[in-house]
């Protein structure tokens, strides 16, 4: 076995698969009942800036108007080598989803108490998805037992390392 060379695969990051940004807020604020994958319908400058991870979520949520998706709320920053040819910050994007999903996601959000939240903005294969939720807010107390559960865990977690 002295002969045998193990072979390890190196993991090659492919440039065009990256995370972007996340809405840490939604998964503290919200239940997240389901999540569905989008594109985005963007301009190139929009396309650069995001690239350069210059977009917030945060505040942003998404609406279904005319049987479409929009995503509203979300601030792209400005691209500075744009110049003119450069976009609103803050305007309302075109979600891409096909029929059959925003249906069903139109209906479970029509219900009472529930919201479309963006999670997530990432590159797949060189495109910019965004990951939709369907959420459910919390209550106050709520959001105090999820925290009290997490620390508790964490606890439980290091204290059985520390033992072993």
């Known amino acids: 076995m002295a002969g045998k060379k193990s072979k390890k695969k190196k993991q090659v990051d492919d440039p065009n698969s990256k995370h972007v940004c996340t809405n840490r807020k939604a998964r503290h604020e919200y239940d997240i009942v389901d999540e569905l994958e989008c594109g985005i319908s963007l301009v190139g400058s929009e396309v650069k800036s995001i690239r350069n991870a210059k977009i917030s979520i945060e505040e942003a949520y998404a609406r279904v108007r005319g049987g479409e998706l929009w995503l509203v709320g979300a601030n792209i920053n400005e691209y500075p080598q744009a110049n003119l040819m450069?976009?609103?910050?803050?305007?309302?994007?075109?979600?891409?989803?096909?029929?059959?999903?925003?249906?069903?996601?139109?209906?479970?959000?029509?219900?009472?108490?529930?919201?479309?939240?963006?999670?997530?903005?990432?590159?797949?294969?060189?495109?910019?998805?965004?990951?939709?939720?369907?959420?459910?807010?919390?209550?106050?107390?709520?959001?105090?037992?999820?925290?009290?559960?997490?620390?508790?865990?964490?606890?439980?977690?290091?204290?059985?390392?520390?033992?072993?």
Do not use: C, W
Request: glycine letters at 6%; zero cysteines; a positive charge.
């Open 86 to 164: 450069n976009h609103e910050p803050k305007r309302t994007r075109k979600l891409l989803v096909h029929k059959r999903e925003l249906h069903k996601f139109a209906e479970s959000a029509e219900q009472q108490g529930f919201t479309l939240v963006p999670l997530d903005v990432y590159f797949s294969k060189g495109r910019i998805k965004v990951r939709i939720g369907l959420a459910k807010g919390r209550n106050l107390y709520d959001k105090r037992q999820k925290l009290k559960g997490t620390t508790d865990r964490k606890e439980i977690r290091q204290a059985m390392l520390k033992h072993q």
